[in-house]
């Protein structure tokens, strides 16, 4: 919940600054997309600093890496405008930044699935009979409250624009 107000949060005040500071706005927007990737792949990294000082033969890590390393070429694209930085208005229409950027980001996402259902059929008879799961209602009501927090940091982002 306290991830999904400072990516909320970060992601409106950025708007606040396009005009004064146009580039600590984009690093604010930017921010507000890594941090939440970096916090959540905290696990994943140790992971992957495991397996390279033991040199595991997991399958799985092998996608890890791809949708790693689309995540980052994602926020490489997203902040540096390219290609069109380099060739102004030949890629206005096809080959934008912006749609490179979706296009990777869902690559990554389809990775990155993959890879957690590889995790998951490994690692199911493993985990399931030692495992508390939460219940449905405990999982909507963090849901529910990570909704009201982001729709309440919108709002206020909201009443602050019409000052």
């Known amino acids: 919940v306290l991830n999904t107000a400072i990516s909320t949060g970060l992601s409106c005040y950025s708007r606040f600054l396009e005009v004064e500071q146009p580039r600590f706005s ?7 997309f890594v941090y939440p990737y970096l916090f959540d792949s905290i696990p994943l990294f140790y992971r992957f600093y495991r397996c390279a000082a033991e040199s595991c033969t997991e399958a799985a890590i092998l996608v890890h890496y791809k949708h790693t390393a689309l995540a980052f070429l994602t926020c490489f694209i997203f902040a540096s405008h390219l290609p069109e930085r380099l ?32 995790d998951m059929a490994e690692q199911h008879r493993r985990l399931l009979p030692t495992s508390l799961l939460p219940s449905s209602l405990q999982t909507l009501g963090w849901m529910g409250i990570s909704v009201a927090v982001s729709l309440a940091v919108i709002g206020l982002c909201s009443l602050s624009l019409d000052r």
């Open 26 to 32: 984009k690093a604010s927007r930017t921010l507000a």
């Open 87 to 118: 060739a102004p208005g030949h890629f206005d229409y096809i080959g934008h930044s912006h749609q490179v950027f979706h296009v990777c980001g869902v690559v990554g996402t389809h990775f990155q699935m993959e890879a957690i259902l590889m």
